[in-house]
């Protein structure tokens, strides 16, 4: 493995692995478990090239969608959207990329989809816009989701 695609594991790792922070509710810390672990086995089908398994892993990543995603914010923020829809354009490309056989293309997108997890992690703790509860308002002092 490369030394670029070991750092890339290494970000997401240490960037996607929930805290222990009662900022997040239950769902949406057992959403983020799941998409580190997709995470993880897409990481091993584009080291492998592993195009059926790129593609099955992008499909489990791609559950996030609209309504998930506003859930999650006290007030639907564009720049929390914004950081979303990055993540979904990444995921797409995945998918283009394991129909087109593109190993390049495929780590390239990987690397990209990991940097929007990161960006998007930044954004919230330094927001503090996710809500505790799905549906309601986050409290003014509440402590950074990790």
Not at 20 to 48: C, G, I
Not at 117 to 129: E, G, L
Request: with cysteine; net charge positive; glycine share 2%.
């Amino acid at each position: 493995m490369s030394l670029r695609l070991k750092a890339f594991a290494l970000a997401a790792a240490l960037t996607l692995v929930p805290g222990h922070s009662d900022a997040q509710a239950p769902t949406l810390r057992t959403a983020m478990r799941e998409k580190l672990a997709n995470a993880q086995q897409l990481l091993e089908a584009v080291v492998r090239a592993d195009f059926p398994a790129i593609s099955r892993s992008a499909d489990r990543l791609s559950r996030i969608n609209d309504v998930e995603i506003a859930s999650w914010q006290a007030v639907a923020q564009p720049a929390y959207t914004e950081q979303a829809s990055r993540f979904l354009l990444s995921v797409q490309k995945l998918r283009e990329a394991a129909a087109n056989g593109n190993s390049q293309a495929a780590t390239d997108e990987y690397a990209i989809l990991v940097s929007s997890c990161v960006r998007c992690h930044q954004y919230v703790r330094n927001s503090r816009m996710v809500s505790q509860t799905p549906g309601r308002p986050a409290p003014a002092a509440s402590r950074p989701v990790r």
